[in-house]
């Protein structure tokens, strides 16, 4: 699969990319409305951001509790109700009168489950697609979600202006609604991609066994933390800039779509092996220019090349699938997702302490040093060989996947 056309050709695809995309319009949207809610009640910039921001922190504890049932439960019934959830608890933030603690409890709740959610719909992608067409769908998706919060932080400007924060919370409820529509319609009924119950014990299992294996810990600590350490530095772009933060975070959506449009559509797979570490340089290194107090006429492009190696992502995220088994892909890329959350976040409030302490400039370009160090520090492993997953299964006769045996038969199921 080689062409966008032919990416939404496929069966599944479009009412996926629209189930995809309307999420990331409703989070934005009622994002944007409780922030300037909250911050409206307590005057405190602090729960301002936990309102905005908590739901990224909160996915590490669904990345502890809930992914196991990211591949044990039917993806098209549990996009569908997820989506029912979030709307209820975003309507329910709008209720007048609503105690802030409660409403930052809400986001909380609802971060967490957004964990599961991760899980499940790029699981979901993982089997709409084959292996060869994953980057190129999940190309599509980023690229979605960079213009859908474009036009959300935008839309949520406006109707918090127009129709006030609660009007533009009940909005953000709506397209969740409309998100919940599209998936029982447009998407179909598959079965879930193992078998068994969903426990926390069973995450833990699930999350030491992905964690077990070094080529599969070297990918995930890439996915996470250069690009978390860079998130930071983006944090600190409206206190660099007030007046023209919103120009900066514009150029960096303007790279980033670049990037995955380069990545995703024209580089062969035999060359994105060898790009993940030059990627994540590129996300860095520019950063590092910011030590100099750079001015708005070069700080614009030196973050619109920046923000190219976001591409990285997507080379790492395909080898993840190439390490881990089918029946805990969904698992692995809900990991994937919740960890990287989850650094955002904390790599956010990082930057701030260190810009609180010194500078924005500094604060940025430390991250970015940072960024760069543990970049070099997995380039060894990243550039190693992909190799199949040595943690095979054996499929018994009720399907259940079970941990091979020492001296296991001939036609043991691979990934």
Known sequence: MRTYQELFRTPEFTPFFLTSSGQVAAQTVSGLALGTLVYTAT???????????????????????????????PPRATLTALSLVFALGTAATALPGLPVPAVLALVLCLGTVSA??????????????????????RSAINMS????????????????????????????????L????????????????????????????????LWSSRPRRTVY????????????????????????????????????????????????????????????????????FFFLDPALPLAVPLVTLATVGYAASLVSQERLMALTPDELSGHALGLHSSGMLTMQGVCALLAGTV???????????????ASVAVTLMLARGLREKEVPPSDTVIRTRTGDAVPPSPGSPVGTDTA
């Open 43 to 73: 005057g405190s910039p602090l729960l301002s951001a936990l309102a905005m921001f908590g739901p990224s922190l909160a996915q590490v504890l669904g990345a502890t509790m809930l992914l196991s049932a990211a591949d044990r439960l």
């Open 116 to 137: 599961l959610g991760g899980g499940v719909r790029y699981g979901l992608l993982n089997e709409v697609l084959s292996k060869e067409g994953y980057l190129l769908g």
């Open 145 to 176: 979600a960079g213009l859908m919060q474009i036009c959300g932080y935008a839309a949520g400007g406006a109707l918090v202006a127009l129709l006030s924060p609660r009007g533009a919370l009940l909005t953000g409820a709506g397209l969740y």
């Open 178 to 209: 409309t998100t919940a529509a599209v998936a029982r319609l447009g998407l179909g009924k598959r079965p879930p991609r193992a078998t068994g119950r969903p426990s926390v014990a069973q995450t833990w299992r699930n999350n030491a066994r």
């Open 221 to 288: 600590l890439a996915l996470w933390v250069p690009n978390g350490l860079v998130v930071g530095c983006e944090s600190l772009y409206v206190p660099y800039a007030p007046e023209h933060a919103g120009l900066l975070f514009a150029a960096g959506a303007a790279g980033m779509l670049a990037g995955d449009i380069l990545i995703g559509r024209f580089v062969p797979r035999r060359w994105r092996s060898h790009l993940a570490v030059p990627l994540l340089l590129l996300l860095a290194v520019p950063h590092l």
């Open 355 to 369: 810009a609180e302490r010194t500078s924005p400039a500094t604060g940025i370009t430390v991250l970015a040093a």
